[in-house]
């Protein structure tokens, strides 16, 4: 086994082996207001704290940039920005604990919003600007939001009659009329002066939902408390430091664009690029050139796409800005590790965790030699195990559930609405993952699958159950089943297993329609890549769709145990 040294340079942190040994979370308090008086609100913690020190006041906190245009913004301006979007909310009855939904593309207004929405307490809920009108639909209504942020372009997808909670919409590129807010109009003659709400660490932060195997996403609950992770990691994770100039290309529809594209970076006082636009690999690899990109923390699936375009498109940009580079998702191919060490001059340092992990858990952290195709080692203060289902912790390299004991800073707070829900995660104190794993006798861990049937697309889970379920509300499909299947660039695609309504036959024109049906009503990345159509969905005696039998038969793979089949 080839292994890699650790990242040269001097890091925030260099003995994590020791650290691990002696450290306790309450010592990270130590580094915020709260410690001292009490009360926090995580969004002073980010913005105002740098804007009222005169050292950082004029730094740059925020560098946009999509195509042609750019923003750039101080952590003064930030504050003020978003102070004008919390007086904004104010006014319009927006207070404490009331869930307050971003749907809206990447840009500096989304930030202002963002911070906006949590000096008032309130719960922020970010969207993929990607989503059609059902997977809105679902999100709003399962979090009872009051107040929607929104843009002229998305607004049409969303269903105000289907929506009784949904008190006030405010959109940006659109003006005032009974039914809506002008977003530039409230925000022009909003204060810059806002006294945050005063909270606890167990207030609630941020809503986030995910897809799991069955049912509709669930809202991953957060607290304010997620922070002291968010700080913790920013700083010995991703080894972010004062001057350092921070690019996470994760949308924050996703839990690595709030974790990482808003927390750890400006806890940590870093500047943090901001890219719109569409993903090529000229664009990005023009952003790190210009912007001189030191720290980057981007996914397997877009370094897959940026080896796939050759090394001579890495070649044409200096990126000889870039200090250390992670990636967060899905696993990360050790074929990726070697072709980034060769064309960029770095390794890429993979880190695990998840949407209800709320941060990183376990990580290649900068000074840790680098074992290519294993996720690292648990950050200090975090013990994962790989346990069986009586939760047992296994010995090395026995497969098993990947597994955490609970009570660290980031752990979501509940399943919105499904207190049972979150519950189902937990066996004798461990935090189940979903996720099967190894650990060698180093204490690296290898991640193995999924242990669901949660398809990992491009890095986006994607649960079967929320695709079967639209599918079958087109009039051609009877029933259906989706499955995850492996694919060299996006790690998974979906593949739908389909059985036709009578009057309705296979064609070229009707798999369209059905791939479109998804993508208008759900989202792109939800659409099948491949529809079979089939005469019958393999079921159990209890009506439950065996994916597991359709994947091993799809694959070539034994059947298993097929003895709960119906006939
Ligand atoms: C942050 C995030 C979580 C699931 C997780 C696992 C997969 C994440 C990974 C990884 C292999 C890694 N995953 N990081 N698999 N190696 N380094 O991705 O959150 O969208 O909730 O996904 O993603 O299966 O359980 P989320």
Known sequence: MKMLAPLAGKHNVT????????????????????????????????????????????????IYQDGGTEE??????????????????????????????????????????FFGILKNGAVAGPLFEAFMEQAVEDRLKDSGASVLITTAELLPRVNRANLP???????????????????????????TEFEPVWLDKEDG?????????????????????????????????????????????????????TSYGIFAPWLNGATNVIAGGRFT?????????????????????????????????????????????????????????????????????????????????????PTLPIKPGAMGKPIPGIEAAVI????????????????????????????????EKFDSYFINGWYVSGDSAKVDEEGYFWFEGRLDDVINTSGKLVGPFEVESKLIEHPAVTEAAVIGKPDEERGEIIKAFITLDKGHKDSVELREELRLFIKKGLSAHAAPREIEIVTSIPKTRSGKIMRRLLRAKELGLPLGDTSTLEE
Request: hydrophobic share 40%.
């Open 15 to 62: 003995d994590f082996e020791a650290l691990r040994r002696s450290f306790e979370w309450s010592q990270m308090e130590r580094n915020f207001s709260w410690f001292n008086t009490g009360k926090l609100n995580a969004a002073y913690e980010a913005v105002d704290r740098h804007a009222e020190n005169p050292a950082k006041a004029d730094q740059l906190a925020l």
């Open 72 to 113: 750039k913004w101080t952590f003064k301006q930030m504050k003020e920005r978003s102070n004008q979007a919390a007086n904004m909310l104010k006014a319009l009855g927006v207070t404490k604990g009331d869930r307050v939904f971003l749907f809206m593309p990447r840009c500096p207004d989304f930030y202002a919003s």
């Open 165 to 191: 909670d949904l008190k006030e919409v405010v959109v940006l590129g659109c003006e005032s009329s009974d039914m809506l807010h002008d977003y530039t109009e409230l925000m022009d003659k909003a204060s």
């Open 205 to 257: 932060m941020l809503l986030h939902y995910t897809s799991g195997s069955t049912g509709k996403p669930k809202g991953v609950f957060h607290a304010h408390r997620a922070m002291i992770q968010h700080y913790a990691t920013g700083k010995w994770v991703l080894d972010l430091q004062q001057d350092d100039i921070y690019w996470c290309t994760a949308d924050p529809g996703w839990v690595t664009g």
């Open 281 to 365: 690999p000229e664009a990005w690899y023009s952003i790190i050139e210009k912007h001189k990109v030191t720290v980057w923390y981007t996914a397997p699936t877009a370094l897959r796409k940026l080896a796939a375009a050759g090394d001579e498109v890495a070649h044409s940009h200096d990126l000889s800005s870039l200090r250390h580079v992670l990636s967060v998702g899905e696993p990360l191919n050790p074929e990726i590790i070697y072709w980034a060490e060769e064309v960029y001059g770095k390794r890429i340092h993979d880190t695990w965790w998840m949407t209800e992990t709320g941060a990183m858990l376990i990580v290649n952290h």
């Open 388 to 419: 069986d289902d009586a939760g047992n912790v296994l010995p090395p390299y026995t497969s098993g559930n990947l597994a955490v004991k609970a009570g660290w800073p980031s752990m979501m707070k509940t399943i919105w609405g499904n207190q």
